[in-house]
């Protein structure tokens, strides 16, 4: 912390307050306004935290005016070419990249804790065939604070990272129940010889009648897109998870809350509905009709998979997911015309002035959609996919949270806009 500081005159008391500013490692400077309230009165108004940071952190860094995404200091760009989920999951827990034995027994224990309690066919065997991937996750999920609860002793630093280990490893178990049950085939356990990605694709395809080998282009590709979504700082799932996390709820509890916040198309929705998007738009031929469309005020259409709250210039895992794209439908022989009709609407929105002077550049998930669809995954699964990566920034910013000394309960303010005190009527005086 600087000796630095902002002052904030009121001019009703003519009094000033004395803020203290606050320097992270980069990024831009903050005032601290713990102590605002407290000397001056005053609430601080900013609806959708635009400009409020909630906590220290020391896992990822955004500039998004220069579209650059570091991971513990490590550009995205080098690990995508370099690393893969489970190393990438390790410097994101842990803070710095593994040596080799690291990485081998992290990447045992992960194999280890794959494993789900039976129990869990009961409770997807509740659910219609037909109910959201996602509905089950946030469900599924939860209910296994019920299983992982008594035994955890939350200031045991050890019992934390058990828990963090055991989410990101038994995710994919739960991710490919949920889609076995939804496509009525039996479930598959875990095979450990597998990699993680491997291991996922395995349990998602494979039948007891056949033999069932994951393609390795496919894992790769996986692998790729899910380093991609591993973490990405403060956003709506992941203030979830720490939000919920701060009342001292149980992990499960926390990340299955993260999930529901995921689900939403304005989030990690964004990929199914870039689909959606594509089917409904049908043809190259309209895609001038839905760019005005998205610029028409009075129509609720929007381009998905476009815009971002941070990035104004470019998204640097668009940039890596548009390469990867082309790259994972050629080696798979997959010839999709949404990718055209995808490459179209790209091209006329980034020349489009409306697009240009709002700094609205394709997201993550303007790409990813199409290399799942690709892989044979289904359009209601691609958020569960997300949600398989970003358990990994879950639990880390989880686990942070509790080893940062001044973590006090999430407890936002309100701008009171409804009645002001009155009396209560009887019914006759209503
Ligand atoms: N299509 C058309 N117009 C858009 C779009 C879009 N995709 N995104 C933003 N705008 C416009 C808004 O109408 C607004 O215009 P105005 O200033 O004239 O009112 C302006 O751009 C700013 O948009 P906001 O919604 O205020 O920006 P915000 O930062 O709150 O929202 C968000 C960001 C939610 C990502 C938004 O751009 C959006 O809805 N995009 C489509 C959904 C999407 O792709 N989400 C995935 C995000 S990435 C992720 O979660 C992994």
């Known amino acids: 912390m600087s000796n630095k500081h902002v002052t904030l005159n009121f001019p009703d008391s003519n009094q000033s307050v004395e803020l203290p500013i606050i320097t992270g490692s980069m990024g831009p400077p903050t005032f601290d306004l713990k102590t605002l309230h407290k000397n001056s009165g005053y609430f601080t108004y900013d609806s959708g935290f635009a400009a409020t940071a909630a906590c220290r952190s020391a896992i990822t860094f955004i500039d998004g005016g220069k579209g650059v995404l570091l991971y513990r200091g490590y550009p995205i760009e080098q690990l995508a070419q370099n690393s893969n989920f489970v190393e990438t999951s390790y410097l994101l827990l842990n803070g710095e990249l593994p040596t080799k034995d690291q990485y081998d027994s992290f990447d045992t224990e992960i194999r280890y804790h794959t494993m789900v309690h039976?129990?869990?066919?009961?409770?997807?065997?509740?659910?219609?065939?037909?109910?959201?991937?996602?509905?089950?996750?946030?469900?599924?999920?939860?209910?296994?604070?019920?299983?992982?609860?008594?035994?955890?002793?939350?200031?045991?630093?050890?019992?934390?990272?058990?828990?963090?280990?055991?989410?990101?490893?038994?995710?994919?178990?739960?991710?490919a129940s949920v889609y076995k049950n939804s496509v009525g085939q039996p479930f598959v356990y875990p095979r450990n010889d597998l990699n993680f990605t491997e291991r996922l694709l395995h349990m998602m395809y494979a039948v007891p009648s056949e033999p069932y080998e994951p393609n390795p282009v496919a894992a790769k590709a996986l692998d790729l897109l899910f380093m991609l979504h591993a973490d990405h700082e403060q956003n709506a799932s992941t203030s979830t998870v720490r939000l919920v996390g701060s009342t001292g709820a149980n992990p499960f509890a926390c990340v299955s809350a993260g999930i529901a916040s995921l689900w939403g198309p304005a989030h990690g929705g964004a990929n199914e509905a870039v689909l959606n998007m594509l089917d409904e738009i049908g043809d190259v031929s309209n895609c001038d009709k839905y760019v005005a469309k998205a610029k028409d005020k009075s129509d609720k259409f929007r381009l998905m998979g476009f815009g971002h709250r941070v990035y104004k210039n470019?998204?640097?895992?668009?940039?890596?997911?548009?390469?990867?794209?082309?790259?994972?439908?050629?080696?798979?022989?997959?010839?999709?015309?949404?990718?055209?009709?995808?490459?179209?609407?790209?091209?006329?929105?980034?020349?489009?002035?409306?697009?240009?002077?709002?700094?609205?550049?394709?997201?993550?998930?303007?790409?990813?959609?199409?290399?799942?669809?690709?892989?044979?995954?289904?359009?209601?699964?691609?958020?569960?996919?997300?949600?398989?990566?970003?358990?990994?920034?879950?639990?880390?910013?989880?686990?942070?949270?509790?080893?940062?000394?001044?973590?006090?309960?999430?407890?936002?303010?309100?701008?009171?806009?409804?009645?002001?005190?009155?009396?209560?009527?009887?019914?006759?005086?209503?």
């Open 118 to 175: 039976e129990k869990m066919k009961m409770l997807m065997s509740g659910f219609q065939y037909d109910a959201h991937p996602m509905a089950m996750m946030v469900g599924v999920v939860g209910s296994f604070a019920a299983f992982y609860h008594d035994w955890m002793d939350m200031s045991d630093p050890e019992h934390r990272r058990l828990a963090a280990v055991r989410l990101i490893a038994k995710m994919p178990t739960i991710a």
């Open 314 to 430: 470019f998204d640097p895992r668009a940039t890596i997911i548009r390469k990867a794209c082309h790259e994972v439908l050629n080696e798979l022989g997959v010839n999709d015309p949404q990718l055209e009709l995808a490459m179209k609407l790209e091209e006329i929105a980034l020349k489009d002035p409306y697009f240009v002077e709002k700094k609205l550049y394709p997201n993550v998930d303007f790409y990813s959609g199409i290399i799942y669809k690709a892989l044979g995954i289904p359009k209601q699964m691609f958020t569960v996919m997300f949600a398989i990566a970003r358990t990994v920034g879950w639990v880390s910013q989880w686990l942070e949270q509790y080893e940062t000394a001044d973590t006090r309960i999430g407890r936002p303010r309100q701008v009171y806009t409804g009645p002001t005190t009155r009396d209560y009527k009887d019914f006759s005086d209503r």
